[in-house]
């Protein structure tokens, strides 16, 4: 198993290119299951999920090539299965949206049930509400979800709660099926509008994206022949400037949508992090103490869960006593005694943590227990003194490209070893 071995201290200086968006590419490639040809796919991350996703959809039968590291062109005609089954997908979160695909395609489907991090449960009842309003039987067996209609017939569906994976779920299954369906507080990612923006690209009618009710007019066909452009990754962006503040940097975080990076944004000033706003990159750095915040996790346009751990280690050294509230996910905290092995003061209560600060982190063995967990590391390795070892790994190389290779050419003193 490889280790990320880092030696901390080092200020991050210079330019770092953000890559295609993990959350949008995990929706858009199960979303070609819906088009009737094929399309080029563009600015899609060379990360281990997007792998495991690519072997999935070839095994159902779906033809692509790689035009380059981050451009493939993908055909699923020749999909005529709707039963996805193997073993690989239980290790992803995002394989649940072949459900919506596969069942807005074929009118049926059998996914067997999602992996993905563990943050408590991560039920998908809201999911299931949608299917089933849309027309669909669903049923839980052997731990597969069995989904079977006669037709999928457009409905209006009030969510429950804001879920990111039902709102993109119900816009697959619901882009073929006959009349309109109304998702009402729907969630506001921007891989959601992404998502919209790539179906509509290939007619269909979506119309609402990145606000809370999202209307859909479904269409029998999704022609192929297009070329869609994946967006920037908000989160690896967000990672970014939040190591450049956590080193005392000085880094130019480029090929971004600075509005998706607001509440950072915002937050990191607070901080009395200096962050400058361009059109498409945001450079961040910082000499100077930072303060406390207070931060609460929200479904976008708040402060994103998923930046919840990375920023927890930046604000060890801030001044004075921070609270963060995790709004979305039960139990998030996990990460935080690994942290506590590099000298952190924290303490969590349910859902809050109280960090002290400042403190100087020391290097220690630790693991990355999750994707984002696994960022925190890096950047609490990058702050300490001192020799920090991160196994585990391979959660980090499931949603960040090259995170070693970039931080590298930022000056981090960082390798990876057996
Ligand atoms: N929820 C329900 N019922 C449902 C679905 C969700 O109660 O049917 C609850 C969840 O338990 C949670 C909240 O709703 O408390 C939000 O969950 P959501 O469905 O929005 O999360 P998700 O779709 O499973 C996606 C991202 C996560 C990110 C969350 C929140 C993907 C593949 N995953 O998960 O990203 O944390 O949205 O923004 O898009 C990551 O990238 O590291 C990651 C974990």
């Known amino acids: 198993m490889e280790k990320l071995i880092i030696h901390g201290q080092k200020r991050l200086k210079g330019e770092v290119n953000v890559s295609g968006a993990k959350n949008a590419a995990v929706a858009i490639l199960p979303a070609t299951i819906l088009s ?15 792998s495991i996703l690519k072997n999935i959809l070839t095994d159902l039968g779906a033809d692509i090539k790689n ?19 193997d073993k690989q997908i239980g290790k992803l979160r995002a394989s649940y949206y072949l459900m919506g695909a596969l069942l807005g395609r074929f009118n049926k489907a059998v996914v067997t049930f999602p992996g993905g991090c563990d943050f408590g449960v991560r039920p998908i009842d809201q999911h299931i509400k949608g299917f089933e309003a849309l027309g669909a039987k669903v049923e839980i067996e052997h731990g597969k979800v069995i989904l079977t209609a006669q037709k999928l017939v457009g409905a209006p569906i009030y969510l429950d709660v804001v879920s990111v994976g039902a709102t993109i779920n119900i816009m697959l299954a619901a882009v073929k099926a006959e009349g309109i369906t109304t998702i009402e507080n729907a969630a506001k990612e921007p891989h959601i509008v992404d998502l919209a ?11 609402g994206a990145g606000t809370d009710v999202i209307k859909i007019r479904g269409r029998k066909y999704l022609e192929g022949g297009h070329t869609y452009t994946i967006i920037p990754d908000q989160i690896e962006a967000g990672t970014y400037m939040i190591a450049a503040a956590a080193t005392k940097g000085d880094v130019l975080v480029k090929n971004i949508i600075p509005k998706h990076m607001e509440s950072l944004t915002a937050k990191l000033q607070e901080m009395n992090v200096r962050v400058d706003v361009f059109d498409d990159s945001i450079r961040v750095y910082c000499k100077d103490k930072i303060k406390k915040v207070n931060i609460k996790t929200l479904p976008y346009p708040g402060f994103p869960t998923d930046l919840q751990p990375p920023i927890t280690s930046l ?43 400042p403190v100087q982190l020391t290097g220690a063995p630790v693991r990355a227990l999750d ?39 930022l000056g981090a003193d960082i390798k990876r070893a057996e």
Request: net charge negative; aromatic share 4%.
């Open 36 to 50: 009737d040809g094929d399309c080029i796919i563009e600015n899609i991350p060379d990360i281990l999920d997007v």
């Open 67 to 85: 035009l380059n590291s981050s451009s493939i062109q993908i055909d699923t005609s020749n999909i005529n299965s709707h039963i996805a089954t």
């Open 197 to 207: 923006n790539f179906l509509n690209a290939m007619g269909a009618d979506i119309k």
């Open 315 to 357: 604000l060890c050294r801030a001044e004075g006593t921070s609270i963060i509230t995790e709004g979305v996910w039960d139990n998030r905290f996990q990460y935080v005694d690994e942290l506590k092995r590099m000298g952190a003061k924290i303490k969590v209560e349910g859902r809050m943590a109280v960090i002290e600060g």
């Open 371 to 409: 994707l984002r967990a696994g960022a925190a590391m890096v950047i609490a390795g990058l702050m300490a003194r001192g020799e920090t070892v991160i196994s585990n790994i391979d959660y980090i190389d499931r949603g960040y490209e090259k995170l070693d290779e970039k931080l590298k050419t």
